[in-house]
C-alpha cells in the first residue's frame, strides 16, 4: 500500500467494478436461462445479480460479510432506514432472496414464466439503483 493510503483505494475501486461486473454477467445469464425455460436457474441468477450489486455498495461502504443473510439485513439497516433507497427495494430483495432459496433447497418448487419476468426486471431496476448509490458516493 502507497503511504497515502491509494493502494487499498485502488484495490477497493477494483473489487467494486468486479462485483458490479458480475451482476451483469448474471442478470445476462439470468435473461438466457429463462429464455430457455429453466426458471429455477433464472431465479438463481436473478438473485445473485442483485446480491453482488448490493455488495459493491455495501464494500464502497466498508461494510463486508460473510453470509447471505448478513447482507440482507445489511440492505435494510443501511440503506432502507436511512432514507437512501424506497422501501420496495428491500421488499424486491427479500422476495427474490426467499425465491432463489427454496428454488435452490426445496424439492418439486416451480417457478412461473411471468414471475420470473418480473423478478428479472426488477433486478434490472435493482441493480441500476445500486450503480446510482455508487455514482453518488464516489
Sequence with gaps: MNPDGSGYSDYKKTLIRYWMDKA???????????????????????????????????????????????????????????????????????????SRQRGDYQPLISFETDEVGEFIELAKGFVNEMSRLLTTEE
Excluded: M
Excluded at 24 to 46: F, Y
Excluded at 58 to 71: E, N, Q, T
Excluded at 81 to 90: E, N, S
Design 24 to 98: 451483469g454477467e448474471s442478470l445476462e445469464s439470468a435473461i438466457s436461462e429463462q429464455a430457455n425455460h429453466r426458471l429455477a436457474p433464472a431465479v438463481r441468477s436473478t438473485y445473485y445479480a442483485c446480491f453482488y450489486a448490493l455488495s459493491a455498495v455495501l464494500l464502497a461502504r466498508d461494510k463486508i460479510f460473510k453470509k447471505h443473510s448478513g447482507v440482507r439485513g445489511a440492505l435494510h439497516k443501511n440503506l432502507i432506514r436511512p432514507g437512501l433507497i424506497d422501501p420496495a427495494w428491500g421488499r424486491f430483495y427479500d422476495r427474490v432472496f426467499d
